[in-house]
Every structure is written in C-alpha cells, then in structure tokens.
C-alpha cells in the first residue's frame, strides 16, 4: 500500500457546484495535512494547511483530517472555472519531514 | 518580482549527455530542495539543502548531484542522461530551517531525452 493515496480524476463539474477531494493514507505519524493546488505548467502552491485532526475554513475552502480514518478532505464551496487546477494532498510527520505528495486531482469546473 | 525562478524552462537533449538546470530564490529562504514530477504527475522529492549542507538525500542516481554555490541558489546537474529522466523538475525553498509545511515553487523546467 503506497502511503498517500489519492484519486486522480479527472473530476469535472459545473460552476457553483461542491467539489470534494480526498486522500487517504497509512502512516500514523502523519501530523501535517497540506492542500497543494497546481495550475496547468505551473508550481504547486500552498492552498491550505491543517495540524492534527479537525477542520479549517478559508473562504470558500475547507479542509477535513480525520486521523482516526486517515483520512483527509478539501470542500471547495461555490466552485469557479478559476479553481480548474490538479489538487495534490501532501504530507508530513515531523518538523523535519519530507512533504509526501498524493498523485493529485485533475478538478475541471465547467462554466 | 519572481519569489523562485528556474532556467531554462524547456530542455531538450540527447540521452548520454549532461545537463544543468539553475534554481534561484529571493525569498531569504535557509532550504531549497529539487523535486520530479514524472508523467503522471507523481511529485517526489530528490534533495534539499540547508545553508548550504544536503540534509536530505532520497534514493536518486548519483549522475545526480545538486550544487548550491550560495544559499539563494540550488542548481541541479545531471550527468549522462537517460530516457527515464524525462520529467518536469520543480526546486522549492522553505523559510524554516527545521522545515516547513508551505514550500514555495519554482515553475518548473520541462526535460525531455530523447
């Protein structure tokens, strides 16, 4: 089993609709949870960022861990065709850990 | 003004030659690190730097080598190219030197061995 795993799509949904993304992964030492979004030929780029289990909210985004699961989730509220992007999850144990990256989610919002 | 900035941005090559992709930040960052993303957009990381010292070195080739001549450069040269190196390589740097959640992205160099 790969430690970080992640449907890769491609999703497609019309504007306005609620989007959710998810991974699931295996290692427990796992204590930060990471939403990278990444535009067509561009970098990743830091989305949201939660600590522990619980849920964080930043607009129209919401970010689940539940640890009990292992198991983490992105909501896009109200999706825009600007939000049509690859969704990469990524994670890390430690201070001093790599990031490990899901394979990403190709999310394409139809106007 | 470009917080991480990679040349080239395209590189096409023939397989067995060598090959270097140059990496800035002006972000005042303490680590850089080199990541691959290969076709299916699997992103994993290579190596990082540290003010200057690797502090992690994943199972990559040595025809790999990183350089950091000072801490805003990570530079990446390849030696003796193979088809399977073909990827898009992203550097990053981060602003903690224990770490940090948020890394900041280069836009990528597209390499293609042909």
């Known amino acids: 089993q790969k430690e970080v795993e992640q449907d890769p799509g491609p999703l497609s949904v019309p504007e306005g609709a609620i989007v959710s993304l998810n991974c699931t992964y295996s290692?427990?030492?796992?204590?930060?949870f990471m939403w990278y979004r990444q535009y067509s030929r561009k970098g990743p780029e830091l989305l949201m960022y939660t600590y522990s289990s619980g849920n964080k909210e930043d607009g129209r985004f919401t970010a689940q861990v539940d640890k009990s699961s292992k198991y983490i989730s992105l909501f896009i509220r109200d999706s825009q065709p600007s939000d049509s992007a690859t969704y990469l999850c990524?994670?890390?144990?430690?201070?001093?850990?790599?990031?490990?990256f899901g394979k990403g989610t190709k999310l394409s919002v139809k106007p | 003004d470009t917080a991480v900035s990679q040349t080239p941005k395209y590189l096409v090559t023939q397989m067995g030659n060598d090959k270097s992709i140059k990496c800035e930040q002006n972000?005042?960052?303490?680590?850089m690190y080199w990541y691959k993303q290969d076709s299916k957009k699997f992103l994993k990381i290579m190596f990082s730097y540290n003010n200057k010292e690797l502090i992690i070195n994943e199972t990559v080739p040595n025809r790999f080598s990183p350089k950091s001549p000072d801490k805003a450069h990570l530079n990446l040269h390849i030696n003796s190219l193979e088809l399977g190196d073909s990827a898009v390589y992203f550097c990053?740097?981060?602003?903690?030197?224990?770490?940090?959640?948020?890394?900041?992205f280069g836009p990528g160099t597209r390499l293609t061995v042909l």
């Open positions: 972000l005042g960052h303490d680590t």
């Open positions: 990053a740097s981060s602003p903690w030197t224990s770490g940090s959640n948020e890394q900041f």
């Open positions: 990524a994670l890390k144990g430690g201070s001093q850990g790599n990031l490990i």
């Open positions: 290692n427990s030492a796992f204590q930060y």
